[in-house]
């Protein structure tokens, strides 16, 4: 008997097979590059949505901030946690979504990665985001975040789509299909957990993955309603701006509070 799971509880511990082929490394040091292209002398540095924390680890091995993550999935957090523990470093991992991240701390930099903003589906949910991390950040400080375009759904579903692997005693099949018409991308996992044979099945489960997909003009749209100042837009892992064709799109806000 399978049954459906919330977003990266089934999927948590083949998550890192699934995004083997990413160069965490590379992303690191570009959104290190924007931290010192765009902030003079950031301390705090926090990443939304972590994952299982391979990014963090990246972020960990420059030893340029004072770092600290969160996530939604309580299983995520766990594995993120895990590394952390494996290089004995003292960063806090804590399950907060993008709306509740902790009122007590303040940040010079948020992050998040990997189209992580398209699980917000809606542009109320992104403003509420929005103006969280504003209340979050110290004056000055930046938030920055990347999204995928209608353009990265078009030339991405095919390749996901069919996609089947096993790792750590799972077996996945993934399908993705892309909604043109209301912008959504689904991609679909049936999961089996197999048993120490490798062959019985001790437990299926399925994971529906939904994205909402924003052109850049309709994210520049929306950021123009809050409090941020859009300081620049970057088309994929370059320094070069963004257009409406570009197929991930990394945005850089400034929070500039009234004294």
Same mark, same amino acid.
């Given at each position: ?19 083997? =082929? ?101 542009? =109320? ?32 579903? =095919? ?10 005693? %799972? ?17 679909? %996992? =049936? ?24 052109? %850049? ?43």
């Amino acid at each position: 008997m399978s049954h459906k799971t919330s977003n990266y509880s089934s999927l948590a511990p083949l998550y890192d097979k699934l995004m083997e =082929d990413v160069d965490y490394d590379t992303w690191a040091d570009f959104i290190d590059e924007l931290i010192q292209i765009h902030h003079p002398d950031p301390q705090k540095v926090h990443e939304m949505a972590c994952g299982t924390g391979t990014m963090l680890v990246s972020m960990g091995n420059l030893q340029c901030y004072d770092l600290s993550a969160s996530d939604l999935s309580a299983e995520m957090v766990e594995l993120a946690r895990q590394k952390i523990r494996d290089h004995n470093w003292n960063i806090s991992v804590e399950q907060e979504g993008f709306t509740d991240l902790n009122k007590n701390n303040t940040y010079d930099v948020i992050y998040t990665v990997f189209d992580s903003i398209n699980y917000l589906h809606t542009p =109320d949910e992104i403003s509420e985001m929005l103006d969280r991390t504003f209340r979050a950040l110290m004056n000055e400080g930046l938030l920055i975040f990347d999204f995928s375009t209608p353009q990265n759904s078009l030339e991405a579903v =095919d390749y996901l789509n069919n996609e089947e692997g096993s790792f750590n005693g %799972f077996r996945y099949f993934r399908s993705s299909r892309y909604d043109v018409k209301a912008k959504f991308h689904y991609n679909e %996992f =049936d999961i089996e957990e197999l048993a120490n044979d490798g062959v019985r099945v001790v437990k299926r489960s399925r994971e529906v993955h939904k994205q909402k997909i924003y052109s %850049f003009s309709e994210m520049k749209e929306i950021i123009n309603r809050s409090a941020y100042n859009i300081i620049a837009a970057y088309e994929d892992f370059d320094t070069i701006p963004a257009t409406d064709k570009s197929s991930r799109v990394t945005m850089v806000l400034k929070c500039q509070k009234q004294q």
